[in-house]
């Protein structure tokens, strides 16, 4: 799969070592034994997680400009997740973190949470709501300076609290 990022939970992983191919994905096992807190300072980064869609219809004008000034591409964009919604999250969960620094919307990452077979192995998929695995992102709506911060919270919230074995980029 060109182009895609394929995070596997340890025991997952294993399993796929252990003698599943999974040559067509590129596999990358982490060590999860950091967790990020907030300092609590004013200049700290307040993250969130909504798990709703329709909580989404609130953040519209925010988000959009958060788009513009990331140059985010067009499937992370109020424009286009509002409307992919409506028509394509039925039967499968849903996970948005929302990023705030000052109480300024600096970072938003929505998900989607379905399952995925790997031969005999049921995977719980997360990727970003709006793409299919065909779509390559490479402009997220995250500010530069909180994308690490971004990405790290994300990877954490989707393998420990929601149980997600694998997490697509793409």
């Given amino acids: 799969v060109f182009g895609s990022l394929w995070l596997l939970r340890g025991d997952e992983a294993s399993r796929a070592r252990s003698g599943l191919s999974l040559a067509v994905l590129k596999i990358i096992c982490l060590d999860w034994t950091h967790i990020v807190t907030d300092s ?8 969130s997680w909504l798990d709703d869609p ?3 219809g609130s953040l519209a004008t925010e988000w959009r400009d958060l788009a513009i000034r990331t140059s985010a591409e067009v499937y992370l964009t109020p424009a286009w997740i509002l409307v ?6 039925q039967d499968r969960g849903f996970a948005c973190l929302v990023l705030r620094k000052n109480g300024r919307l600096v970072g938003l990452l929505p998900f989607c949470l379905d ?16 793409t299919d695995p065909h779509c390559i ?18 990877v954490k919230h989707l393998i420990r ?6 997490i697509s980029f793409t």
């Fill in 40 to 47: 609590g300072t004013e200049d700290s980064l307040q993250a």
């Fill in 137 to 154: 992102i490479f402009r997220l709506p995250v500010e530069q300076e909180v994308l690490d911060e971004a990405l790290d919270h994300s």
């Fill in 115 to 130: 399952h995925l077979w790997v031969g005999p192995i049921r995977l719980r998929v997360a990727r970003f709501a709006g």
């Fill in 84 to 89: 992919w919604l409506r028509h394509f999250m």
């Fill in 161 to 166: 609290a929601l149980r997600c074995d694998v």
């Fill in 54 to 56: 329709k909580a989404l």
